[in-house]
């Protein structure tokens, strides 16, 4: 990321920068969701599957065993165990009711984790819950495991177990390191944990991990940060993830713990966000996107540099399957027909799935249109750019209809977000961190939502 900028295109940033945007990990975007999209809908799209369509699954555990305050993760804070294994009951009858709906159709590339926090999973649990998963879904060879972890949850079992289901990739939450920072936002977590987490999974032949880190968080200054940064890379990631804090207390009220007058602004927010990329650009991390970082030789990088990564709800990445499913509550699912979520409470989604029914709430089918808006803007955030050849054959009179609205956008100069080179619309580097705000262009859901949305950076 560019931070020698011109006065003027600085002033035009940190205005854009403080726009409320979504984060666009799907188009359409989870708030114009409906439901006139339910388990009926989604039970014919996954029979349409063919038996050598690549899918990929995402497992949602609810709930954490305590609550960060700056998360708006859709989870709850459990002391007791027993919320858990009720849960898991459900959602092993979900998996085995998706399974069957599939019959044999669509071989397993990737799988991912998250929550909530699922690592808090007993180490028993954990191994059931992947033995299900490959007894009941046809796995690739070479299919990938991802698993979000809470280093505060991590013991040898729990790490002995996660290598036992076959996990390829530890995503770490760090956040700061910072010790006023994380008092205010409940996560309190020593780099010696964090490393020996980090440690341990790369002796159980774990190559791959991934630390999160924020910036915009309460307290937290151009200095914290880069101490921050400067203490992740000592532990050589193979991916960093540097997200801007959602501050978004309308939607999860335990953010109302932090305090408005401890956040940095959006100038803050900015600088933060360019200093933290150079620093990690400056250790030999190639910049994915917006928000990611990977050393040159990882996976992620290599497909970036291919024009190969996607961006779904777990951010970028390079898995190119077009059906995702999403288990738990709240999970989403893509297909190539639309998108569907699951019902987000947790005793109403049990009561579902233990009646071997799908746990479909809400989704929105796909029209060309919006298959069309959401390639151009998937382009915009992961290369910055899109071909104007690429979208009129792709998408015909649709494409060509899109076409003009961004050679509109273009002409008028629109601040030097967005620019024609030869036949090849690109965001200038220097606009590159807001590049959300000119995603937002080609929204034609925004202005007729009501859903609220954080800051652009």
């Known amino acids: 990321m560019q931070t020698q900028i011109a006065n003027g295109t600085h002033a035009n940033l940190t205005v854009a920068a403080g726009e409320n945007v979504p984060r666009y990990t799907s188009y359409p975007t989870a708030p114009h969701f409906h439901p006139g999209i339910d388990a ?3 039970r014919g799209w ?46 092993h009858r979900e998996i085995e009711t998706v399974a069957r709906l599939l019959s044999d159709k669509g071989r397993v ?35 990938s495991v991802s698993v979000e972890i809470d280093p505060n949850d991590m013991d040898e079992t729990r790490l002995d177990a996660l290598a036992a289901i076959g996990m390829t990739r530890a995503s770490l939450g760090v956040q700061d390191f910072d010790p006023k920072v994380q008092k205010a936002i409940n996560r309190e977590q020593s780099f010696l944990l964090t490393k020996h987490v980090v440690d341990g999974t790369r002796a159980r032949g774990v190559n791959s991990v991934n630390l999160d880190l924020l910036y915009g968080l309460p307290h937290q200054t151009l200095e914290s ?12 990631p193979d991916r960093i993830a540097l997200f801007g804090y959602a501050h978004v207390p309308w939607f999860k009220k335990h953010q109302t713990m932090i305090d408005d007058a401890w956040l940095p602004q959006s100038a803050e927010r900015l600088a933060q966000s360019q200093l933290a990329a150079r620093l990690i650009q400056d250790a030999g991390y190639e910049v994915i996107g ?14 970036a540099r291919a024009g190969m ?20 509550p709240s999970a989403i699912s893509r297909f190539r027909q639309g998108y569907a979520q699951n019902i987000t409470a947790t005793g109403e989604y049990e009561k579902v799935v233990n009646g071997g029914q799908l746990a479909t709430a809400r989704g929105i ?8 808006r959401g390639w151009i803007i998937e382009r915009l955030m992961c290369q910055f750019r899109f071909s104007a050849i690429d979208l009129v054959e792709l998408f015909g009179t649709v494409g060509e209809r899109l076409l003009l609205e961004a050679s509109r956008l273009a002409i008028d100069g629109f601040g030097k977000m967005l620019t024609l080179d030869g036949e090849t619309f690109v965001v200038p580097e220097e606009s590159r961190p807001i590049v959300r705000t000119v995603a937002a262009k080609f929204d034609k859901y925004l202005e007729k939502g009501t859903g609220r949305h954080s800051v652009a950076v």
Request: net charge negative.
């Open 225 to 236: 940060v880069a101490s921050t940064v400067t203490q992740a890379l000592t532990l050589e």
């Open 365 to 372: 089918e796909l029209s060309v249109d919006d298959v069309a």
């Open 109 to 143: 590339r990737a799988v991912h984790f998250g929550g909530g926090s699922p690592t808090m999973l007993k180490p028993d649990d954990m191994l059931a819950l992947g033995k299900l998963l490959r007894d009941r879904f046809e796995f690739r060879a070479d299919a």
């Open 46 to 91: 996954m029979e349409s599957l063919e038996s050598d369509d690549e899918i990929s699954l995402y497992l949602h555990v609810p709930y954490c065993d305590r609550l960060c305050w700056f998360c708006a993760c859709h989870t709850k804070q459990t002391r007791h165990y027993a919320p858990v294994t009720t849960f898991l009951s459900a959602l």
């Open 290 to 303: 917006i928000d990611h970082f990977a050393k040159p030789d990882d996976t992620l990088a290599v497909s």
């Open 40 to 42: 009926i809908s989604v």
């Open 309 to 328: 990564i996607r961006r779904n709800f777990q951010g970028y990445t390079e898995d190119r399957c077009e059906t995702l499913i999403g288990l738990g």
